[in-house]
């Protein structure tokens, strides 16, 4: 419980260790009291009680001593507050965004990942934004926690951590069927590590974008586009509701999608559409206004949260899922 894996987890300790101690000493003094007071008046030796009115001693004890436990209580957490909103200059910005039911971390070069990677010993920064309903970023082993409210700018949380490894991060706000599925992991690595890795990803990034603007200027969609709409399908979250391998999740599986017959409900009414190019589209933007039947309108509308591009990459990637 008291692990010191980052540097917020010294910060959350100390109070922690206060309180209890406070908790302690009060369970033992009042438990000791109640048996003295209990074989000292019992009725054998006490039969008459005796009600004393008036002891300005005690009440000024009682009043004095828990107002000065609130206070340093206070002053403990408000120490740590304001740390944990002073991140340094120089951290390692990272935009992280929420939604149902996935993580995605977008590194300033472009990475865009559904776990988190970084250095051991570096600041990091997590900007967080919540695309639909309310959700926590909490990773436990680093003692932080922030709430994400959709419409809300500002939001972020920061840490140092002190030791490499793989860390779970969870989702601690109810937000919706499939809450418990929104985990991922923090990745710290060796400066060195984190060094390779962010430079490989980057030049995937460069390789992704070029296949999109190649499919804009006309060129043919090929196996790359596909592998484009595949990374794109992970970072923004698409995986968390469609499989690729047919099974069902919370959407349709991507597999053998393509040109298949479906009776979608819009404004009630039923009727059968080809899953093609347009379709698919029309699916991503305005999520809500044909559901697939035996499927619930949980997708939020993804307009102006995907270009043209990569919506063309997702297309692509679905065809090659045959």
């Known amino acids: 419980m008291l692990s010191e894996l980052s540097n917020m987890a010294r910060v959350v300790n100390g109070p922690i260790l206060y ?16 048996v003295y007071f209990a074989l000292k008046y019992n009725r054998r030796r006490a039969k008459v009680g005796e009600d004393i009115h008036g002891h300005n001693t005690l009440e000024i004890v ?10 340093t209580m206070f002053w ?11 991140p340094p200059d120089d951290a390692i910005q990272v935009e992280v965004t ?5 993580w995605n971390h977008t590194y300033a070069n472009g990475i865009e990942s559904p776990e988190l990677y970084v250095p051991v010993g570096k600041a990091v920064k997590l900007n967080l934004t919540a695309m639909d309903v309310l959700h926590s970023y909490y990773i436990p082993a680093f003692k932080v926690k922030q709430d994400l409210v959709p419409g809300r700018d ?3 949380l920061w840490f140092e951590a002190f030791e490499t490894g793989v860390y779970h991060v969870f989702c601690a706000e109810y937000c919706g069927m499939h809450h418990s599925y929104m985990m991922t992991k923090v990745n710290v690595m060796l400066q060195e590590d984190y060094d390779e890795w962010y430079e490989t990803e980057g030049a995937k990034i460069a390789e992704l974008q070029e296949a999109l603007e190649s499919s804009s200027d006309g060129g043919d969609k090929s196996a790359a586009l596909a592998a484009a709409g595949k990374h794109l399908a992970s970072s923004k979250g698409c995986v968390a509701c469609h499989s690729d391998d047919g099974s069902r999740l919370i959407g349709p599986s991507f597999k053998g999608v393509y040109g298949k017959k479906e009776i979608v409900i819009a404004n009630g009414t039923e009727r059968e559409i080809t899953v093609d190019d347009d379709y698919i589209r029309k699916s991503i933007t305005d999520s809500m206004s044909e559901i697939v039947k035996g499927y619930q309108p949980l997708m939020p509308p993804q307009e102006g949260l995907v270009t043209n591009q990569e919506i063309d990459a997702l297309i692509e990637y679905i065809k090659s899922l045959q």
Do not use: D, E, N
């Open 62 to 71: 009682w009043t004095v001593i828990p107002t000065l436990l609130s206070l």
């Open 98 to 102: 929420g939604r149902m039911w996935s």
């Open 19 to 34: 309180v209890t101690a406070i908790c302690l000493v009060m369970l033992i003094g009042i438990t000791i009291a109640m």
């Open 154 to 156: 500002g939001l972020f």
């Open 76 to 86: 403990y957490g408000w120490v740590g507050y304001v740390f944990m909103k002073s």
